[in-house]
């Protein structure tokens, strides 16, 4: 459920972005950095630990006014794809009110596609909600190598429900703003119905075509780049070291807290 302030007339609505290790979650937030305008975004917000494993979990916040006279935040964040970090990926699955599964569409790696999906669904499990009850886009990204599994194969063993999903190479943007636009399209009309539930529910087509105005009206006009050049465009990150798990939880519910102030 999306948080709610009323005294601010702010919205935030929170999507984290879910797959398996380096399969692009980082790469589609920092892209979305790199084009938006920074006086319509947050700072993207890498939190880690000693370990020997970097936690990242990328917050950025997006302002669009979609909703009556409310100010809506996209919060956006990945949650770690590596195997050992399940309690990690609860905390930042609570609350969320969509869910993007980024899939690595390399043929060698459609077990950790899989694997991830049921970690995915098991956590959900747990916490006794349907996943089919949330909304949930697919991105199968990579597209722009060699040996990949086809789209097909992802829908059969990933999404039979045929949830929208979005062919990706995120390294070079494509199919990551469509993919933005199409979990989005989804989530705004739930937030929707959450602060003014007797208004007439607004057609997909005008809420696609809000967003799409919302997001286009805050891009930066780039010069279009292929894989090589974009991995060297600078994106501010602000790092924050911490000393446990425990200590990423309590900054990313403070860092949620403070969202109307980026507004």
């Keep these: 459920m999306a948080f709610v302030n009323y005294l601010t007339n702010d919205v935030a609505v929170k999507v984290v972005y879910y797959g398996p290790g380096l399969s692009g979650k980082t790469t589609n937030l920092r892209y979305i950095a790199q084009k938006l305008d920074s006086s319509s975004r947050g700072d993207l917000i890498c939190l880690e630990t000693d370990t ?4 990242f979990f990328d917050l950025l916040f997006i302002n669009a006014g979609l909703i009556g006279d409310f100010k809506v935040h996209f919060q956006l964040m ?7 970090y ?3 990926r609860r905390s930042v699955l609570s ?3 969509g869910i993007v599964f980024v899939a690595d569409s390399q043929v060698p790696l459609l077990d950790a596609n899989l694997e991830s999906f049921e970690s995915l ?8 909600l349907d996943i089919n009850s949330i909304a949930l886009v697919f991105q199968y990204n990579k597209r722009d190598l060699e040996d990949l599994t086809s789209v097909e194969t ?4 990933l999404n039979p429900y045929l949830r929208p999903y979005f062919e990706a190479a995120a390294i070079n943007g494509r199919g990551v703003f469509e993919t933005l636009r199409g979990i989005a399209g989804l989530t705004i009309p739930i937030a929707r119905q959450q602060i003014l539930p007797e208004q007439t529910e607004e057609p997909p087509e005008e809420t696609e075509k809000k967003v799409e105005e919302a997001i286009e009206k805050t891009r930066v006009e780039m010069p279009e780049a292929s894989a090589p050049v974009l991995q060297k465009i600078s994106v501010d990150i602000k790092k924050i070291k911490l000393r446990s798990e425990r200590d990423i939880e309590r900054e990313l519910a403070k860092l949620s807290r403070e969202f ?3 507004g």
């Design 52 to 55: 020997s494993r970097t936690y």
């Design 78 to 84: 990945t949650c770690p794809g590596q195997v050992f």
């Design 86 to 88: 399940e309690a990690s």
């Design 95 to 97: 609350g969320a009110d």
């Design 121 to 128: 669904r098991r956590t959900f499990e747990e916490t006794h």
């Design 154 to 157: 992802f829908n059969n063993l």
């Design 260 to 262: 109307s102030k980026k």
